[in-house]
């Protein structure tokens, strides 16, 4: 079983053991008898192609492996596969992996992707690359001729004319040899590389790219144990220049946009992407040579302890060499990384510049609205002026008001103060005899309270009395009966 179909069965729901017959026949004759039972296979198995070309399982073409970005313990790079992820490939290496002793290869995957390119979840990769705007298009009614190479013009487009053109017939389509784009990786690869390049970036130099450096950069994206192929990166990076506008790319250099302008390659940007892929480049063997010198050295102690003087000489002589070379080439690190610094210290003198400049223009503008210092003070002096005459107004209108008696006013205030007092007099004399009142029913209830105590008390007494003298009393002391 290849690592597609392992992949697919251990990963897709729909590909339920169940579900294995249905997807694997000739589900097109479904399309009008059965048309939920037909879009089921069909996105079952468009769903399963797109998440296992997202994980590097479907290229059936040039898989390379290379060494990965990141380093082990004892700095020796990873392995790691360079795959197509956001192309699929059809053809019959696809169809053999799919294949299932069972139930043979899947009939119906030429209707799959004739589906998948109407809705265009899947794109031909010849009029992708050469026709903007493809992705919006709900369907191809004609083939331009002029969107496929003349390599591609017979080979492929008459094979699709009848998908295209005329329509889909009744019998299954026979699946064709082609490559597509898929869509749904693409903008999620595409997301993925504008995020992981606009956050938290500290100088817009670290937007500027060369190819080199994007491509060991941006490698695993989709998926850490995979790297993206040269024909992933091509369209990637055609889609975020044409389709997204993120980034200016010229073929040698990318630039992504930044929040406050709209990217354009300079020759300056193109200079500053050599350096950071030439610092990369040494960056990388420099530690080449300090693994080589570390080996070296293991070698000649080796040599040593197998007491053989000549080849541990060879090591140490070789080391020398490589220690010469090592020191040469940090040299050159260090020299390009302070060029780099500098650039990225002018840079940052060019932003705050240039926000100096818009703040003085700002600035003069706002004070050719105010018009300057003898303005304002002819302003504030008017100002003034209206406001003494406010004053002189108020004076005349006071002047103008009747002549009122002091001593009227003094004798109502009194009055009004007097009353005032009475009131609360009032109000105090009341309260007094409402706790007067108060402390008098309180005093009543007691006493009422004491005198009923005090009467059971007696009757208690009396009862206790009583009851003792009845107990005293025998039958003998009763008087006898008179004769």
């Given at each position: 079983?290849s ?5 697919i ?25 059965n ?24 290229s ?39 294949e ?7 009939v ?56 295209f053109?005329?329509?889909?017939g ?12 898929l ?16 956050a938290g ?19 695993t ?8 192929s ?8 055609l ?12 073929g ?6 930044s ?29 080449n040579l ?6 070296l ?5 080796t ?32 020299q390009l ?24 223009g ?17 302003v ?24 009122i008696?002091?001593g ?5 205030l ?28 309180i ?29 005293n009393?025998s ?7 008179a004769?």
């Open positions: 079983m690592d597609l179909l392992n992949y069965l251990n990963n897709e729901d729909a590909f339920r053991r169940n579900r294995l017959p249905s997807l694997y026949s000739d589900f097109t004759t479904q399309k009008k008898t048309p939920d039972g037909y879009a089921v296979n069909v996105s079952a198995w468009e769903q399963a192609l797109i998440h296992a070309a997202k994980r590097g399982y479907t059936t073409r040039g898989v390379r492996v290379r060494s990965g970005s990141t380093t082990s313990q004892k700095g020796v790079r990873p392995q790691r596969k360079k795959t197509d992820h956001l192309i699929l490939r059809t053809d019959e290496s696809l169809l053999r992996d799919l299932l002793p069972e139930w043979g290869k899947p119906a995957l030429g209707a799959v992707f004739d589906e998948a390119m109407r809705k265009r979840s899947m794109v031909p990769l010849p009029i992708y690359m050469t026709t903007p705007g493809s992705l919006q298009r709900s369907q191809w009614r004609i083939i331009d001729p002029s969107a496929l190479n003349p390599l591609n013009v017979v080979g492929w487009g008459l094979r699709q004319l009848k998908g053109v005329i329509g889909e009744e019998a299954a389509p026979k699946m064709q040899v082609q490559e597509l784009v869509v749904q990786n693409l903008e999620e690869a595409a997301d993925l590389a504008i995020k992981k390049a606009t970036n500290s100088s817009k130099l670290d937007l500027i790219y060369s190819k080199e450096s994007f491509v060991e950069e941006y490698s994206l989709l998926h850490n144990a995979t790297e993206l040269d024909s992933d990166f091509n369209v990637l990076l889609y975020l220049s044409r389709d997204r506008g993120a980034i200016a790319y010229d040698k250099t990318i630039k992504f946009k929040s406050d302008e709209a990217p354009n390659i300079t020759q300056q940007d193109s200079t500053i992407a050599s350096i950071k892929t030439l610092i990369s480049a040494i960056s990388k063997q420099v530690t300090e693994r080589k010198i570390s080996d050295t293991e070698s000649a102690k040599a040593l302890g197998n007491k053989n003087r000549v080849s541990a000489l060879a090591a140490l002589k070789s080391k020398k060499t490589v220690e010469h070379n090592l020191s040469q080439r940090l040299n050159t690190l260090a990384e302070e060029v780099y610094s500098k650039i990225e210290q002018a840079a940052g003198q060019v932003e705050i510049v240039q926000v100096m400049e818009s703040s003085t700002v600035l003069r503008g706002l004070h050719a609205q105010i018009g300057g210092a003898e303005r304002v003070e002819d504030v002096e008017e100002l003034r002026e209206e406001m003494m005459k406010v004053d002189e107004v108020g004076g005349i209108l006071n002047e103008a008001a009747p002549v008696d002091e009227e006013i003094d004798e109502e009194s009055a009004l103060e007097k009353g005032d007092q009475e009131a609360k007099e009032e109000k105090g004399a009341e309260e007094t005899r409402n706790r007067l009142a108060e402390l008098d029913s005093k009543q209830a007691s006493d009422e309270a004491s005198r009923r105590a005090q009467a059971a008390a007696d009757v208690d007494t009396q009862l206790a009395e009583s009851m003792d003298r009845l107990s009393m039958v003998e002391d009763r008087p006898l009966p004769k």
